[in-house]
């Protein structure tokens, strides 16, 4: 059974950091490629970036290009998302998910995980 489990997130100041991590099990983690997405409230899942399986290939949104870092530990199952200079327009529910259409938006994936929150604001 594939699982896709998110953690790491919360509350936090605007300018600042967090990390949000996703444990895959259930496949063979380094055949597929990842992405990150979020779901701000009353608005639409939105792809955020993605890696491909190797963790050589890498693709960010605009509005994330600079602030986020996409990384993954193939030895581990884990994906990450390493957040900078968060804004309070970051306040959402985030996601990953496994897909090999990595690199494109919108995102396109068989599985997701439960999400979890980050909450941008002063």
């Known amino acids: 059974e594939v699982q896709l489990v998110e953690s790491g997130g919360g509350s936090v100041q605007p300018g600042g950091s967090l990390t949000l991590s996703c444990e895959a099990s259930?496949?063979?983690?380094?055949?597929?490629?990842m992405i990150w997405a979020r779901q701000a409230p009353g608005k639409g899942l939105e792809w955020l970036a993605g890696?491909?399986?190797?963790?050589?290939?890498?693709s960010y949104q605009d509005s994330v290009r600079g602030r986020f870092t996409i990384s993954r530990r193939n030895a581990e199952n884990t994906l990450y998302l390493q957040m900078n200079s968060l804004k309070t327009e970051d306040t959402a529910k985030y996601y990953c998910?496994?897909?090999?259409?990595?690199?494109?938006?919108?995102?396109?994936?068989?599985?997701r995980g439960q999400g979890t929150q980050v909450d941008v604001s002063s």
């Open positions: 259930g496949f063979t983690f380094r055949d597929y490629g």
């Open positions: 890696i491909n399986g190797a963790g050589n290939g890498v």
């Open positions: 998910a496994r897909t090999n259409l990595w690199n494109r938006s919108p995102p396109n994936f068989d599985y």
